[in-house]
């Protein structure tokens, strides 16, 4: 997939993979509603603005194809489509795969293969999203940021019907953010109304894709790959397991 510019690279990746752009766009907005906030102290590129925009409009370019294991494989759908900069598809690739779950950062090979200086603004960057994420966990676009910012230090106003839902999902996501960020935002809600139904978290798409490495032009390297990330993945969960001191049939 030939890109001429960054935004054609998003653009055609929302097409091929049936992104919610709604959801996306929402998520995009808050990201640089935070990221402006913190720019100056900070001294992030305009670079790194187009970079947080376009991994939190790509942050769940893997949903319609694998939804429990989207972040995963929305990076490796990521580095599968040629960007024409290694360092920027990585740094998208890896907001992309830690904008979910608990972040594993020391073991995320798009974060590993990155020098110092950017490794660090790729976590600062996923950071962001994933606060971004949890402020429209209610999937209603309708929780809206005024933001301040002193001493480094965020206070935001979230209004909406579902602004406490999104404002508690937002702070529990905050993890990374106080690792390589600074402290977790403070957050006042002011709910323009009541939640008349239960609200959930991402909806799971009835109509997925084709699994991309089940097409028959897919390079046995690339399966390869594919079979070692799963069997590398089931090995970490296993060590997890017995460090956690379960039970043999747990394991």
């Excluded at 001429?4 to 091929?16: H, I, N, R, W």
Aim: hydrophobic content about 45%; some cysteine.
């Amino acid at each position: 997939m030939a890109a001429s510019t960054l935004t054609d690279y998003v653009e055609q990746l929302l097409v091929a993979y049936r992104v919610d752009r709604a959801h996306a766009r929402q998520v995009a907005n808050h990201a640089l509603t935070l990221f402006d906030a913190l720019s100056v102290s900070h001294m992030w590129s305009a670079r790194a603005r187009s970079l947080v925009e376009a991994g939190a409009l790509l942050h769940n370019v893997g949903l319609t194809t694998d939804p429990p294991e989207h972040h995963l494989v929305g990076r490796d759908i990521i580095l599968r489509h040629d960007l024409g900069d290694e360092t920027a598809q990585a740094i998208i690739a890896a907001i992309v795969a830690l904008h979910r779950r608990k972040p594993r950062a020391r073991i995320e090979p798009t974060i590993l293969c990155l020098n110092k200086r950017y490794r660090e603004l790729a976590l600062q960057l996923a950071a962001i999203v994933r606060v971004a994420d949890g402020f429209d966990y209610s999937q209603s676009q309708t929780t809206q940021l005024q933001v301040t910012a002193q001493h480094g230090r965020l206070s935001l106003i979230a209004s909406g019907p579902h602004a406490a839902v999104d404002s508690e999902r937002a702070l529990t996501k905050a993890d990374l953010w106080e690792r390589v960020i600074g402290p977790r935002p403070e957050v006042v809600v002011q709910s323009g109304g009541s939640v008349v139904e239960p609200v959930g978290g991402e909806d799971e798409p009835t109509d997925l894709l084709p699994l991309w490495y089940t097409s028959g032009d897919v390079p046995f390297a690339e399966l390869g790959r594919v079979m070692l990330r799963r069997h590398t993945r089931r090995l970490q969960q296993t060590v997890r397991a017995v460090e956690a001191d379960k039970t043999i049939e747990a394991v």
